[in-house]
C-alpha cells in the first residue's frame, strides 16, 4: 500500500476481526455450557475408564468431546498412567466360569452366582470373558440334513397347546396339526384334550379336508399312539387301537427319536406361523366361533401365502399332490368311546362331569349305552340305534344340568290344582283382613311359607280368631312374617295357665289309691251258665250237674201276644 493512501476503516475492522484470536461472548457461553462436567457424568467416566475403557469409547457412550474427557481425566490423574489393570479379579474363578458356560449358562446368571461367591469385578470384563471362551467350551450344535419329499409320500402331525379367552374366560385349548410335506397345505382344529379318541377323530378330519392319506405320516412319541419302546434300536410298541387306525386309512405310520422334534420341523414350524398369525391376541366367543375363524384364516391367509421355502401357494402345490394321495374309505373309522352311564330317576345322565337330561322313555332300564366324540356324545336306545345326540358345554356352564323341556313332553302333566284347596287360598279366604301379612310370609319364607300358614292356622284354632287376629295384627305392625312371633304374642298375652302342683304321696297312700283304681270282682260274665238247659250240657257234664236258675221275685209274668207271637 502506497503510504499517500489511507486504509479503508471498513476493510481494515473485518481483517482485525478474522485474525484476532478472542473470543467472543457467544462461543464463550458455548464452551462453558460444553465443558461443564455433572458429578454423576465424572463418576460415571471414572468407572469406564477402571473398566478399561478408552477415550474415545468413553465420549461416546457419554455423548461428549474427547476434550472433555481427556480433561476430566486430567483433573482426576487418570491420563498419563495406564488404566487399572482389573482382569485378574477374574482369575480365581476362570475355571468356574468355564463350566458354567459349559452348562449353557447366561452371562447374568453367571455373575449372580460367582458373587456369590466373592466376586468383586464388573459385568463387562465378565461378558467379554464369556464371550471369548463360548466358541471353544460350547459344543458346536449338530448340522441338521435338510430333505424334501416327493408328493404324497410324507404328513406330520402335532399337538400344542394354547391358552386364550373364550367369553372373556381363559381357556387351555389342544390344537392339532397335519400337514403334506410336499405342498404344505396345513389343517388346523381345536380340541378340549388330547385323548386317543379326540386324537383319531382329529386325523379323520384332516384326512377328509386334505382330500386324502399320504403314504406316511409322521408322529413324536405320544402315548396315545405307542405304547413303549424296545430293543437298542427303540423298536416302538403301537396301540392295537392306532394300528387299526392305520391300517384302516392304509398309511404307515413312523415315530421321531426321542428329543429330536426337527424330523417333523415342517408342523413345528407350521405351529409357531399359527400362534403369531392367529391365536395371539385374538379373542373368541366358543369353541365353534374358534374353530371356525380357524378355518377362515387357513382357507384365506395360511394356504393361500406363498410359502418361504417351496415359493409356492400351498393350495396350488396341492392340485399337484391331490390326486396322488391315498384315497379315503366311504364310511369314518369309529373314532368313538363306548361307554355305559347311569340314567337318574329323573332322567339325567351326567357326562364329562355335567348332567344332561335325555329323552323320558331312555330312563328305563336305568342305564344306557353312549358314544362319546370330541365335540359331542350319543345315547343310543334298546337297540342300539342312535336316539339323541347334543354338543358338550362350554367350559362356563361345565356342571350345570342342561335341560331340554322336549324331553319330558311324553310324559302325563300333572293336574291342575282346583280354586280353594291351596293352602295361601284357603288361608286368605278365612282370614281377609291378612292378606298383607300373607304377602309378607311369602315373600320372606319363599319355599317355607305353607308350613308357616299351617302353623298359624293351628294358632288360630287354639286360641280363637280374636285373640289370633289381634297377635296377628301386631305381628304385622313390626312386619314379623313368620308364624313364630305371631305363636310368642299369643304365648305372652294369652298365657295357658299351668297344671296344680301335685302332692308327693306316702306309700301307703300310694297303695290305697292304686287299690281304689281296681274294679270290683262281678259274676255278671257267668250269668248264661245258670240259664243253661240239660240238651246244652257239654259232653263231658251230667244233666245232674246243672242247677236250675234261681226264681226273679220282680219279674213279670209271661204275657201272650194277642196276635199269637210270644213277647218277653
Known amino acids: 500500500m502506497k503510504e499517500s493512501e489511507e486504509p479503508n476503516p471498513i476493510t481494515s475492522e473485518k481483517v482485525e476481526a478474522a485474525t484476532s484470536t478472542e473470543p467472543t461472548p457467544t462461543t464463550k457461553k458455548r464452551k462453558a455450557r460444553n465443558s461443564t462436567v455433572s458429578t454423576e457424568e465424572r463418576q460415571r467416566i471414572l468407572e469406564l475408564r477402571n473398566h478399561r475403557y478408552g477415550m474415545r469409547e468413553i465420549a461416546l457412550r457419554l455423548s461428549r468431546d474427547r476434550k472433555t474427557i481427556r480433561r476430566v481425566l486430567e483433573e482426576e490423574g487418570l491420563l498419563d498412567r495406564d488404566p487399572p489393570d482389573t482382569t485378574n479379579k477374574l482369575d480365581p474363578f476362570r475355571d468356574l466360569i468355564r463350566e458354567k458356560v459349559g452348562k449353557h449358562l447366561t452371562a447374568t446368571r453367571i455373575l449372580r452366582e460367582i458373587r456369590e461367591q466373592g466376586y468383586t469385578g464388573g459385568r463387562t470384563i465378565l461378558t467379554d470373558y464369556v464371550r471369548s471362551i463360548r466358541a471353544e467350551v460350547v459344543p458346536r450344535r449338530r448340522v441338521k440334513r435338510r430333505f424334501e419329499t416327493r408328493p404324497a409320500e410324507e404328513s406330520q402331525v402335532d399337538w400344542t397347546v394354547y391358552t386364550v379367552p373364550i367369553a372373556g374366560e381363559p381357556v387351555r385349548i389342544h390344537a392339532l396339526v397335519c400337514e403334506l410335506a410336499y405342498s404344505r397345505k396345513a389343517h388346523v382344529h381345536f380340541y378340549r384334550n388330547e385323548r386317543q379318541p379326540t386324537l383319531l377323530e382329529g386325523l379323520a378330519r384332516a384326512f377328509e379336508a386334505l382330500g386324502g392319506v399320504a403314504q406316511r405320516v409322521v408322529f413324536d412319541s405320544m402315548s396315545t399312539i405307542v405304547l413303549g419302546r424296545i430293543g437298542s434300536n427303540g423298536k416302538p410298541i403301537w396301540h392295537p387301537r392306532f394300528i387299526d387306525f392305520a391300517k384302516y386309512y392304509a398309511f404307515q405310520p413312523f415315530?421321531?427319536?426321542?428329543?429330536?422334534?426337527?424330523?417333523?420341523?415342517?408342523?413345528?414350524?407350521?405351529?409357531?406361523?399359527?400362534?403369531?398369525?392367529?391365536?395371539?391376541?385374538?379373542?373368541?366367543?366358543?369353541?365353534?366361533?374358534?374353530?371356525?375363524?380357524?378355518?377362515?384364516?387357513?382357507?384365506?391367509?395360511?394356504?393361500?401365502?406363498?410359502?418361504?421355502?417351496?415359493?409356492?401357494?400351498?393350495?396350488?402345490?396341492?392340485?399337484?399332490e391331490r390326486d396322488l394321495l391315498i384315497r379315503l374309505p366311504e364310511k369314518r373309522f369309529a373314532v368313538h368311546e363306548d361307554s355305559v352311564r347311569q340314567v337318574g330317576p329323573d332322567a339325567t345322565v351326567w357326562i364329562q362331569g355335567t348332567p344332561y337330561t335325555i329323552p323320558a322313555h331312555l330312563a328305563h332300564p336305568s342305564s344306557v349305552a353312549v358314544r362319546l366324540y370330541a365335540e359331542h356324545f350319543e345315547v343310543l336306545d334298546r337297540a342300539s340305534k342312535v336316539a339323541f345326540t347334543r354338543r358338550y358345554v362350554e367350559s362356563k356352564d361345565k356342571g350345570k344340568l342342561q335341560i331340554d323341556a322336549a324331553h319330558y313332553a311324553a310324559l302325563p302333566r300333572r293336574e291342575a290344582t282346583t280354586p280353594g284347596t291351596r293352602i295361601d287360598e284357603l288361608f286368605l279366604k278365612r282370614f281377609p283382613q291378612l292378606a298383607a301379612l300373607l304377602e309378607g310370609i311369602a315373600k320372606r319364607m319363599k319355599a317355607l311359607a305353607p308350613v308357616h300358614l299351617r302353623a298359624l292356622w293351628r294358632l288360630a284354632d287354639t286360641y280363637g280368631e280374636e285373640a289370633f287376629l289381634r297377635a296377628a295384627h301386631r305381628a304385622l305392625e313390626y312386619r314379623r312374617f313368620n308364624a313364630e312371633a305371631v305363636r310368642r304374642i299369643l304365648e305372652r298375652e294369652h298365657p295357658v295357665p299351668e297344671p296344680p302342683p301335685v302332692t308327693p304321696m306316702s306309700p301307703a297312700a300310694r297303695t290305697l289309691a292304686l287299690l281304689s283304681e281296681v274294679e270290683p270282682a262281678?259274676?255278671?260274665?257267668?250269668?248264661?251258665?245258670?240259664?243253661?238247659?240239660?240238651?246244652?250240657?257239654?259232653?263231658?257234664?251230667?244233666?245232674?250237674?246243672?242247677?236250675?236258675?234261681?226264681?226273679?221275685?220282680?219279674a213279670e209274668p209271661e204275657r201272650k201276644d194277642p196276635e199269637g207271637g210270644d213277647e218277653a
Not at 280 to 309: C, I, K, Q, Y
Not at 524 to 539: R, V, Y
Request: aromatic share 10%; glycine share 4%.
Open 522 to 554: 262281678s259274676l255278671d260274665s257267668f250269668a248264661h251258665l245258670d240259664k243253661a238247659t240239660p240238651s246244652e250240657a257239654t259232653p263231658n257234664e251230667s244233666p245232674l250237674d246243672i242247677q236250675p236258675a234261681p226264681a226273679q221275685p220282680d
Open 255 to 320: 415315530l421321531c427319536k426321542v428329543r429330536d422334534p426337527d424330523r417333523k420341523g415342517r408342523a413345528e414350524a407350521f405351529l409357531w406361523f399359527l400362534e403369531r398369525s392367529f391365536v395371539r391376541g385374538s379373542e373368541f366367543s366358543s369353541f365353534e366361533d374358534l374353530n371356525e375363524r380357524v378355518h377362515e384364516w387357513l382357507d384365506n391367509v395360511a394356504n393361500r401365502r406363498v410359502h418361504g421355502t417351496t415359493g409356492l401357494v400351498p393350495d396350488e402345490a396341492w392340485l399337484a
